[in-house]
């Protein structure tokens, strides 16, 4: 369904040819400073098409309107709505492209499910539907800022078959792990690869798909930092495994993996397993490795919670495909719209929100277990 | 928590020292055949350890008992409730472990999340929480076979550094997945790679692990065929979106991917789009090529639905490992346990129920839409 | 929270002092005809203040926009999100009220839950916040009549010590269930009350009371006629414990009763019993008397289903009350908003509404129910 | 559905005729000591059958056999299952019901939803299936008193025609609701009514209608104190709202008012509104009088919660009924099982139970928010 989350819970609407899309925001702390210009524009800004010649030049501003759940800047504990108005749809870019369901698109799958064809083709499945999980993950990102100074960053490491180094078991990936900050994500430029001896590579890797009206895919890897202790509700919704559901829930991403991963699959338990010790700094006890990503037992143990996820090549590209019509007919399809020739850097900020979305959610359940052990161990 | 699901939904219950473990399994189709023998048995004894010298030593029978919801081997359509009785725990193998957390085991972070330290250690983190999940996958994927002949078969695909070929994009993997078959995968034997040339290679790894006391980990490949078209509910229950929450939320695993995966990211959208073309003996449009995994814009197209799932090395090792106590204290842990060295091939029951679990759930969610759509239409 | 339902749900936005009000809602079947002016307009229409001299001057028209999920006058399936602006809300009038909670109104509890006060005082306790629910509704209704020609309607059966004779096991009150029709109900003018001997007495007391600067309660019966059988998810969502729940979410509700009731009580099996027999024209068994109230063990059994709402006296009120501070000074507090001496005529859209979307649910849940009942039975 | 809450959240399974009833409870507070005997026993003996020559003489002896979850009599924080065993079930009492479904029961209902009929008739429409309500409820009652001292007590206000004094508007039923005691309640008798005046009437009309070898209804009336400030969740989730549900789950319910309830709607605003004062005991705003019934705009304030719950009489009776078989035929249905007369004085620990679990949902939301608000007004 198109609802997401437990106490922070967000609902979301909107498909690219209607007034607006948006989305309900429940659970909000009352009280909490929020104004739109500092704490929900930048995040949706940096979504936005038509941020470098790279992407999209559909010009869609994408300011939000807030409607409800917050008076003189601040929240009032109640659902907060948010929108933002479609502007420059231009509906007819698409109009000939109706009789063909376009290849690993969701138009074939959304006439199957619902038994009728929007005039967008993929209803939901655009990326405009993403907005309202990006003003939604502003408000979780905030919200968690102030409750443990927690830190999201992502960044792109790969683009098509260019990747930065970014092994998990490699000393300086950690350490860049620790540091990376979202500035200096984008001071890269709209490429967001912050190992800058890659990101002019991968900037001429999608202007070569680019130049031949093709598309690429890529890799966002993301980072939290500060994230508390204890998040994560077993056995269903182990923290990585409502992690998971998040990134694979934007669209065009293929797979997600945490900590180690696949190539931890390799490693030994000998080698794999984080030895504890006691860092005086913290006061508690640290892992001195953390191939487990942050989470043991699906529950956050205070490291570096960092994952990857993929994305597929945009599906729509403007070179011709040989594929059949709705009817069955083979013939071929010629895309006229605008589109992006690799979604990858724009998904940054829907990878971070959606992690946003999952840790204020787990946060608020696991601060009211912390309430009730100190009722019951009086 | 404990439940997953809308409206096919289990709610978990039990660790491993206490008296039993099980589910309650919620929407269960009424006038369903069940046996016990015949429906759920088999699963739960490819879940269970000891079936080879591979595998743990501990001998537990796992025999299920119906408590509720089928009378004369016949579902009610009221809550089904199943449990396995705890046999053979001996808890004191872990007492000596006890001042010290278990090194990426679930120790530590059960402890900081709930406040005390279960006499398991883990409390649900232990393998044998995935009993109730095999129990009520079962039922799910019996259901899923009545009603659309749905197969659903797992097995390894790499132990260790030892991989059979899986690319996504090579015809004779795309075959396997069309005929591996749950008896192919089990006649190769507890390695369960239904790859021949490599099967031995794994068996040889394990054995390699296991005389060092070490642990490895391992890549489950699954395939879902005949799922009915139209499964998934964006944006945010996309069919990927559910399988990966449910894939993450088995003990140990580390990460998730669909279709083409991780691999996909860097084969550029015309060849990695899906054309179409109308199948006479179908009857209806079907994809010449798979890379999407049987799902687009997060709902099942029809075609083959299969992915991998990793999983990490068991954290339980019976070398000695430098860690900590919970009291911050440097030292030596040996455990004494009896755990796998490797419990990918365990997995594979586990993998396939949860794959059923998500299916069945979003198989009757899609079909009381289908029934408002002919309401409507009139 | 602010989300009610599984399969057909709402989650409504908006307080009464900010830019709009409104829902989003899921589940909605795709492909229905839905325009605004005739589909969802005027049950709007009917819950507006200042429809007559009776109720509150304030002049909203009360417009509903959809901002997405509708195309060409048909929904896509996708979430249905609408919205009606706040436009005559003159923040001021309640300024005065600032120090003090109103009694028996929201403002104490609001202030002690959300730790702030909102400029309307009670948050979402206002009226106000009831138009989502009444644009949700009328999406449910249309789909229960073209589903089953489900019919709903809700009367005014009593204002303060004025009540029609509403006895269940009196033959002419069930006969008025059987016939009464939303046309009827408002042709006796805005106090809704389909006995015309008493119609007019009503009015009188609302006058009386509003004259006296006072308020006064009343109760809305309401009948669901044509519901489908085997409604209901016992053992917990029950359809009479939904209804409850629907019910008692509406603002200034203090009870719910359905069948025999609270008067049901004191007649004994014998005469309660509802005997069963076989109906020649429905082709069905049907039971002679319905003393259940359509539901029966939880599950609507076909028969009407009608149930009755307490709605107190408004709690703002004209007159000086003698009460204390938020901060604990006694004083006394003069109200200058604009208010309804009687919601109770108000509430039949919104008592509609709250029946509609808990039918609609449940009838897709048992639809879905029913399919697997079809596949496993062959 | 059988699954009831948010965070504190219970699942039951189980029909009469089955191995056992019981629950899964998940969001127990961990480290919280809980004893079968002391602390979920004496509840389970209050709601057995047989206390008395008053009700039913099956002598089943509800012994719970807690699964997992609880370790040294300490709650882990893990899902907690329980189970009662089915042992007096003879199923052959029922047997000679099958051609008919019982008039008021369940078993049409439950023949048309499910398309079968169990042996046991309704299903789990059974009385039994509310032992996982009470084993749950016994278990949030434990953590409210805890946390913070919250007392339910329920008790018999009405059985058919008798009824104590209840008006709420009375001083002397508001002190009794201030003062009542379980303890008091269950010292009159299995009759649970604290009003000695008519307790002995109400065991005589019970008598007279077994003697009629007929039934009769009641009312239960509850009251909670101690309720912290600041429970419920607008605008659906109302504190009020949650209540009713919960109430009108529990088998022959047919209503609920809450405060001044029906009485209330002919007494004005002016009259029914509660004015506040500074009560220097509690070091708070109190109100002077409590009509509301301590819930405002759907959140608690503090003041005695207080409720009344309608229960028809019981379908089953012995006397001879005339009604049609399943089939339509005309005849006479005779029943020989064993039933109570009265279900409503084993409804009190039913009652109390599904309040308790209501308020411990909630009590665990609000908390989180709590958290929030501290965090965010820093």
Redesign the interface.
């Known amino acids: ?4 989350g ?2 922070f ?1 967000v ?5 690219s ?6 989305c ?1 925001v ?2 909000v ?5 929020l104004r739109v210009a500092e704490d929900l524009q930048p995040q949706l800004s940096r979504r936005r098409p038509g941020q470098s010649k790279l992407s999209t030049p559909r010009n869609e501003r994408d300011a939000v ?7 003189f800047d ?8 948010m ?1 933002v108005k479609n502007e420059d749809h231009r509906p007819n870019d698409y109009k000939g492209t109706d009789q ?2 376009r ?8 006439a ?5 064809q ?2 967008s083709g ?4 655009s990326a405009r ?1 993403t907005i309202g999980r990006v003003a939604a993950g502003a408000v979780a990102e905030k ?1 968690l800022k ?2 443990s100074g927690v830190e999201i960053v992502a960044f792109v490491s ?1 683009i ?2 260019v990747a930065m180094q970014r092994d998990p078991f490699d000393k300086n990936f950690q350490h860049l792990l620790n540091t990376i900050t979202r500035e200096k994500v984008d001071s890269v430029g709209f490429i967001r690869c912050p190992d800058t001896s890659v990101a002019g590579d991968m900037v001429k890797e999608i202007e070569k ?1 680019r130049g ?1 009206q ?6 966002v890897t993301c980072v939290v930092r500060n994230c508390p ?2 998040l ?7 923290l ?10 934007i ?1 065009a ?10 190539a ?7 080698q ?7 860092d005086e700094e913290a006061g ?2 640290r ?1 001195r490795t953390n ?3 942050g ?7 205070g490291e570096n919670i960092y994952f ?1 996820v ?8 403007s ?1 011709e ?4 019509t ?1 009817e ?3 013939g071929v399809l010629a895309s006229k719209g605008r589109h992006d020739p690799a979604v990858t850097p724009r998904a940054i900020p829907i990878v971070e929100s959606m992690a946003a979305l999952v840790l204020a959610d787990q946060l ?10 100190g ?4």
Chains 1, 2, 3, 4 share one sequence.
């Open positions: 369904m198109s609802t997401f437990t106490l819970k609902t979301t609407f909107g498909e040819h209607c007034q607006s899309v948006g309900i429940e659970g702390p009352p009280g909490m400073p309107i807030v409607q409800s759940g917050v008076e601040t929240t009032l504990g109640t659902p907060l709505a929108l063909y369901p290849p690993s698109h969701a138009d074939f799958t959304y199957e499910k619902y038994g009728l929007a005039s993929g209803g939901r499945a539907e919200f102030l409750a790969q098509g078959s798909y031949q093709d598309s690429i895919g890529g890799v202790i204890g994560g509700e077993p056995c269903f919704d182990k990585e495994a409502l992690l998971a559901h998040a990134m694979l829930s669209p991403s293929k797979g997600f993996e945490f900590g180690s991963g696949f931890g699959v390799s490693v030994p338990g000998s794999h397993n984080d030895p504890f010790y006691f508690r006890l892992t191939n487990s990503g989470i043991q037992g699906g529950i956050s143990n990857n993929a994305f597929k090549s945009v599906a729509t590209i070179q495909q040989h594929t059949a709705y069955g007919k083979d608020l359940i696991q601060r009211s277990r912390d309430y009730s052990r009722v019951v161990a009086k």
